[in-house]
């Protein structure tokens, strides 16, 4: 497995573009809450007292995954990434307590998230990283978190 460091610097070559980079900074996260979304309306058995009887769904059971592949990648990116995955869940479960239909809500959110992805890169004139390897798809909230990391002194 690549090494964090080296995965950030060849995502980042695609992505040098302040336009697409703030395209970036909004979209990237859109994206991974509506997948957090899709994930959410794969209900199972399994009540949870801790949610007041909410079952456990697959976007806990993805986001758990999708922890250990940072926690490969990048103990404090883990960390990271973790917090935001709660928040995506947190999301999620008030959208879902409203009664709108989170597989709604979150196809809006994809849909228009990637187009201002593709816009983002053809202002940039380059393809999206994952048209190269799949695991860019992970490798984007990360970048992401890295630059946060740097502006508050984190190392990652």
């Known amino acids: 497995m690549r090494s964090i460091d ?17 395209v970036h900074w909004v979209c990237v996260p859109f994206i991974f809450f509506s ?11 399994i009540q ?3 949610l007041g009887g909410e079952p456990l769904n697959g976007a806990m059971i993805a986001l758990v995954v999708v922890f250990f592949y940072y926690v490969f990648l990048s ?3 883990a ?12 999301g999620q479960y008030a959208i879902a307590q409203t ?5 709604l809500v979150s196809a809006i959110i994809f849909v228009a998230a990637w187009i ?11 393809k999206p990283s994952f048209f190269q390897d799949l695991q860019f798809l992970m490798i ?4 992401l978190m890295s630059f946060i990391y740097k502006k508050v002194g984190i190392k990652y």
Not at 9 to 17: D, F, L, P
Not at 83 to 90: Q, R, V, Y
Not at 99 to 103: C, E, L, S, Y
């Open 99 to 103: 009664g709108a239909p989170v597989w």
């Open 79 to 90: 960390a990271g990434m973790l917090l935001f995955s709660a928040a995506c869940l947190a």
């Open 75 to 77: 103990l404090p990116i």
């Open 48 to 50: 949870l007292a801790f």
């Open 6 to 22: 080296t995965w950030l610097e060849a995502y980042g070559e695609s992505h040098q573009n302040p336009t697409n980079k703030l």
């Open 35 to 45: 997948i957090v979304g899709f994930f959410w309306e794969i209900k199972l058995p």
């Open 116 to 126: 201002g992805q593709f816009i983002g890169h053809n202002i940039e004139g380059k």
């Open 140 to 143: 984007g909230p990360a970048w």
